[in-house]
């Protein structure tokens, strides 16, 4: 395994898998360069290094070759941020992509058409009919798996050294994220955004300073029940937010009204808070909420106690002596990961719990801890403060991030320490 930082690009051709699955309006004009902006520093090296950039990526979910999840629509802003000219290949495959990665001289770039037009990319089958017979899948399968072996050779051909900078696909064992290193036995490497992400969810897994919190919110104790066990062995404190804190509340015998509720995971819930108690983990969950009596913005609120809302209401946001309690946890904390809104995020009325998060999370951070913030909505709200840059790290990753919090190996990042 090389690093990018020691590795000598001159005359190299380098072959970069990002994550530039960013979002297009109706124009297909970029609206959220994010992604694009965390993979310059990489792409630059190579170029700053002496050599050429072959850029692969994915766009969306397509299922056959479509131009609204086309890659060349998203030129004009790479090469805005870049600074330099794009060159695209109209598909990933075939003599033009071959010919126009061959002909690359350094300081040149080319971006390959979406990889996801293939369905060697991901290694599934597609098209098949639903009543399709467990013989029929099996075997629309095996002909994929022979067919991403040529797949696969066929961009590692395209270059001289491998790159993998795409964090949010490292949980995926698709052909360019993980399959493709083996082509590139002693030239294979992490870009910054891989390194970044892994340096950072190791500090706080590995070598955290303590006391360490977790912040978990979000809808579903299912989704993290994973994450919750593994971090019991880590963590001194647990803050317990959001939809998912009502299914503990209920378990222990509170009344929720109408607040969410995965009625089968209440056993689950009370096994967690024993754990957690033996462990000598303290498990913060919402003394008070904000309840609404409809689940809309205009809704009515009040403020209640989090195991006594009324019939009819529904737990909307944390209410203050929740945010005080988790504020002098938060403070007096030396590493801090936040994953999940504590309120009903998308909803202004309802969002003042979790943008309060931010403000504990940047004001602890300024005092020495270590933060890192991940998952869709508490990246949005670190965001929407202008908080990004007052955190330590903010986490791209989404699912792959969760998986790594888990204690699962990704394949992404086994392909490259092989």
């Given amino acids: 395994m090389q690093n990018i930082s020691t590795y000598n690009f001159t005359g190299k051709r380098a072959i970069v898998r990002v994550d530039f699955n960013v979002p297009l309006n109706a124009q297909f ?44 629509h998203i030129i004009p802003e790479v090469e805005k941020l870049l600074g330099t000219k794009v060159l695209f290949a109209p598909d990933c495959m075939g003599k033009q992509a071959a010919e126009m990665a061959a002909a690359l001289k350094s300081g040149q770039v080319l971006l390959l058409e979406n990889l996801r037009f293939y369905a060697e ?5 597609r098209g098949l009919a639903e009543d399709a017979s467990e013989e029929e899948k099996k075997a629309a399968k095996t002909v994929v798996k022979e067919s991403q072996k040529k797949f696969t050779r066929t961009l590692a ?30 030239d294979k490497m992490f870009g910054y955004v891989m390194e970044g992400e892994i340096k950072a969810i190791d500090k706080v897994l590995l070598a955290p300073e303590h006391p360490l919190t977790a912040i978990l919110g979000g809808a579903k104790v299912s989704s993290k029940i994973a994450i919750i066990e593994h971090l019991l062995d880590k963590v001194d404190n647990m803050i317990i937010g959001g939809g998912m804190s009502f299914t503990f509340v209920k378990a222990q015998g509170g009344k929720i009204g109408n607040s969410l509720c995965e ?22 969950i919402s003394e008070d909420v ?18 006594a809302i009324p019939d009819g209401w529904l737990g909307m946001d944390a209410g203050a002596k929740a945010l005080e309690t988790w504020k002098n946890v938060i403070m007096n904390s030396r590493t801090i990961l936040w994953n999940g809104p504590v309120g009903v995020f998308e909803m202004p ?10 403000e504990f999370v940047a004001k ?3 005092q020495g801890a270590f933060s ?5 909505d508490s990246v949005a709200a670190v965001t929407q403060m202008g908080y990004a840059d007052k955190v330590s790290y903010v986490s791209t990753g989404g699912g792959a991030m969760l998986e790594y919090l888990e204690g699962i190996e990704l394949p992404g990042i086994k392909a490259i320490r092989e």
Avoid: W
């Avoid at 990319?121 to 089958?125: A, D, I, R, S, T």
């Fill in 157 to 186: 051909s395209y270059a001289d050294c491998y790159i993998n900078d795409a964090f949010g696909t490292a949980h995926r064992a698709h052909a360019s994220t993980t399959l493709i290193a083996a082509y590139f036995p002693n």
């Fill in 263 to 284: 009625d089968d995971q209440l056993q689950l819930a009370l096994d967690i808070m024993e754990k957690a108690k033996a462990k000598g983990v303290k498990i913060y």
């Fill in 290 to 307: 904000i309840a609404g009596d409809a689940f809309d913005n205009n809704a009515n609120e009040q403020t209640c106690d989090v195991d």
């Fill in 364 to 366: 602890a951070t300024q």
């Fill in 121 to 125: 990319e991901e290694g599934k089958p």
């Fill in 372 to 376: 890192l913030v991940g998952g869709g």
């Fill in 29 to 72: 004009e970029v609206t959220d360069n994010t992604r694009i902006r965390a993979a310059i520093p990489t792409l630059k090296k190579v170029l700053d290094g002496g050599g050429a950039l072959v850029i692969m990526s994915h766009l969306g979910r397509p299922k056959k070759s479509e131009d609204k999840y086309s890659l060349r």
């Fill in 349 to 358: 009325k309802f969002a003042k719990g979790t943008l309060a998060l931010v």
